[in-house]
């Protein structure tokens, strides 16, 4: 479960972005047209995002606040995030790259596969990994 500021905007970008795909039919709004609830399908997995207050406040935008979040953030790295497999790294490179995503790595060689980081509209982390043959 990923919270966003703005859950109705992440979902279309992550779809342009990562290809998931949501499941219209778990998509809860509310009055005021804030989504409390919805589903992405992510291959074989399930993503579920939300904006679960007003107050909420995106790890992009925590860190324009918070000092030590910047600073941690400047790292590379996916320190909280999620991992997904997919099937063609290069591809969905390119897809998130073609987006905007905001690239943390190039496609690296593993041992166990070829991995890209990025941070979503939100400043989410995210590795893609493409598991070797």
């Avoid at 904006?51 to 918070?66: A, F, I, M």
């Avoid at 591809?91 to 596969?113: C, K, M, T, V």
Wanted: hydrophobic share 35%; aromatic share 10%; glycine share 8%.
């Amino acid at each position: 479960m990923l919270s966003y500021e703005d859950a109705g905007t992440a979902i279309e970008w992550l779809e342009r972005a990562f290809g998931f795909r949501e499941h219209r039919e778990m998509r809860y709004t509310e009055p005021s047209g804030r989504v409390s609830h919805a589903e992405l399908e992510a291959g074989t997995g399930l993503i579920m995002v939300a904006t679960p207050t007003p107050q909420y406040r995106s790890p992009r935008h925590h860190r324009e606040t918070c000092p030590e979040a910047d600073q941690w953030l400047r790292a590379p790295w996916v320190i909280d995030g999620v991992l997904v497999h997919v099937e063609d790294v290069d591809g969905h490179f390119a897809r998130a790259r073609d987006a905007g995503a905001a690239l943390l790595s190039q496609i690296e060689e593993n041992p166990y596969g070829r991995l890209y980081r990025v941070e979503d509209l939100e400043g989410h982390r995210w590795m893609f990994i493409q598991s070797p043959a």
